[in-house]
């Protein structure tokens, strides 16, 4: 959105693919969570095709320092290299991760998760013959006198 901003062109080529961009990655997010939710393999490699092609917007960071746009760029430059950079990493996390989901597809993830209801483990206890306080590292504790 910020470099939709920086553009002042608005009839170059450059404007419409900035445009494009948002609707773009909005719907391949939605994608790839309906893909990983319901382990659609099709609709994954799609996601993470449009997700490398994402990554190619990194020569926006090229642009900011060309010397034919260097002016253009002046007082913003700091920033939306900063921007570029961190939206790129995340990018390239975010492809990591779905790289490492897509891999989990079709190992029993889905029916655990569509069929099965939640369950608590249990933690194993050892068995108190007699009473015990944890208090004293587990040693027989009297009985207890009651005033009625």
């Known amino acids: 959105?910020?470099?939709?901003?920086?553009?002042?062109?608005?009839?170059?080529?450059e404007f419409g693919v900035t445009i494009a961009a948002?609707?773009?990655v909005l719907a391949?997010?939605?994608l790839c969570g309906v893909a990983l939710q319901k382990e659609i393999k099709w609709i994954m490699s799609i996601s993470l095709v449009m997700m490398l092609a994402a990554l190619s917007y990194l020569y926006k960071l090229v642009?900011?320092?060309e010397p034919?746009?260097?002016?253009?760029y002046e007082t913003t430059r700091a920033t939306l290299?900063?921007?570029t950079i961190v939206a790129f990493l995340l990018l390239f996390a975010t492809f990591a991760v779905?790289?490492?989901?897509?891999?989990?597809?079709?190992?029993g993830l889905m029916s655990a998760k569509v069929n099965?209801?939640?369950?608590?483990?249990?933690l194993s206890e050892p068995a108190m013959s007699q009473r015990q306080s944890s208090y004293t590292a587990g040693a027989p504790v009297a009985p207890r006198i009651s005033i009625e």
Do not use: E, H, W
Not at 116 to 122: D, G, H, L, S
């Open 28 to 30: 391949l997010l939605i």
């Open 81 to 83: 290299t900063t921007f």
């Open 116 to 122: 099965a209801t939640p369950v608590r483990p249990k």
């Open 98 to 107: 779905g790289i490492r989901c897509f891999a989990d597809f079709d190992k």
């Open 68 to 72: 034919s746009s260097r002016a253009q």
């Open 63 to 65: 642009r900011f320092y």
């Open 1 to 13: 959105m910020q470099l939709l901003i920086v553009v002042l062109q608005k009839n170059s080529a």
């Open 22 to 24: 948002i609707p773009v």
